[in-house]
């Protein structure tokens, strides 16, 4: 076999099971949000086509994630393949390095942190900018079309709207009626002449603006019960509207829809030290990010080759436990930077511990070397598996 084929060969072998895991690991993602976003066209009306957009929004965020780990998982059950079926030591017998066997592999790599980096630096940001638009304007349809008049509407958490009359055309409320709990301790109802919904293009911010009211509220402290009525000309309600139809937990930060470039400048100018924690965060972030491919191709290729005992279900476990590792300090290290007063740069640092430790592995493997660790590690985690699959 040529060498050229032999390049093609392998990364067919990679490719096959990256794309699957692509779609495999995006879609179980995105299943934690299906089911909110089924409620909103089943019950607020919302068209399917923009539930689709918002689908398609998502998809470049949990992408940057999916993408190494689908690729990590390509490595490993291409190289236990050709470990199991002995093809790695045909092809050391005709002459073969694993080093030659390594170009096709970091060639993937290569277009892997490609891939990550556009959705990391360029596309994450836009989509984010992108999501955000749609739900403002999926939100203002649903505000202006979900309130019917002479019924209790809940469509907003710990707010019931009730409106007497509603006229279509201008959108006018009159006689209107709100119970609003969103503050536990202090309980209000409002009640007002008219009201109308407000929005603001510029902030996307969603609001109910009331004339001629009252405001009945009662506290439920401990140490004071009282009861105030408060007369106002004109009041507004803020609708929360990341809050309600944003998929639950999923509230975008605003250093997520940051170009580039706007996050250098806000880091240069900010004054805040705990502001510019955050942006430093997000912007080592989308550096990082990028390179995990080489990371996983280092990590990947020894532990392919090592997992010849234990199978395809072996090294599916091997690969999550090393992703979720990987994850796990990622996501301390953030956590450290942005509430522990720690430098922004100590996320930098899970990354130099699976890169030398990677290279470690990958000079042991070259050397033909079993690590012992592994061998213990990949017994537990084909246990695990197995177990799991009994029960």
Do not use: C
């Amino acid at each position: 076999m040529s060498v050229k084929k032999l390049n093609r060969y392998i990364a067919m072998e990679i490719a096959t099971p990256t794309l699957i895991g692509i779609m495999i690991f995006t879609l179980l993602v995105l299943m934690g949000r299906m089911i909110r976003l089924v409620e909103m066209v089943l019950n607020k009306g919302v068209p399917l086509a923009e539930v689709s957009l918002l689908f398609l929004y998502m998809m470049p965020a949990f992408m940057v994630i999916t993408l190494p780990l689908a690729f990590l998982m390509g490595i490993l059950l291409a190289f236990g393949r050709l470990s199991s079926d002995a093809e790695i030591i045909a092809m050391k017998a005709n002459g073969i390095s694993l080093q030659k066997i390594l170009k096709p592999v970091f060639f993937m790599a290569t277009l892997t942190a490609l891939a990550t980096a556009i959705l990391s630096i360029y596309a994450g940001p836009a989509s984010n900018n992108a999501f955000r638009s749609k739900i403002y304007d999926i939100s203002t349809q649903k505000a202006d079309v979900g309130i019917e008049p002479q019924i209790f509407n809940d469509d907003f958490d710990d707010l019931v709207i009730y409106a007497n009359q509603l006229e279509q055309k201008s959108g006018l409320i009159n006689g209107v009626f709100i119970s609003d709990e969103r503050s536990s301790s202090t309980p209000s109802i409002i009640t007002a002449r008219t009201g109308q919904i407000i929005s603001d293009p510029d902030d996307l911010s969603l609001s109910l603006h009331l004339v001629d009211g009252s405001i009945h509220r009662q506290t439920t402290r401990e140490e004071q019960n009282t009861y105030q009525v408060i007369d106002f000309a004109s009041y507004d309600i803020n609708l929360d509207i990341d809050r309600e139809l944003a998929p639950q937990g999923e509230r975008r930060k605003k250093e997520k829809e940051l170009s580039w470039f706007e996050l250098t400048t806000l880091i240069k100018n900010s004054p805040d030290q705990q502001r510019k924690a955050e942006l430093t965060v997000e912007l080592l972030n989308r550096t990082v990010l990028p390179f995990t491919p080489f990371i996983f191709a280092l990590v990947g290729v020894p532990l392919g080759i090592q997992t010849t005992r234990s199978g395809r279900g072996g090294g599916f476990a091997l690969g999550l436990l090393v992703f979720f590792v990987f994850y796990i300090l990622y996501s301390l290290t953030k956590t450290l930077a942005v509430d522990g007063g720690v430098t922004p740069y100590i996320v930098i640092l899970p990354v130099l511990v699976f890169l030398f430790g990677g290279a470690y592995m990958m000079k042991m493997a070259i050397n033909e070397k079993r690590l012992e660790l592994l061998d213990r590690l990949q017994d537990f985690t084909t246990n695990v598996f197995r177990n799991k699959k009994k029960s």
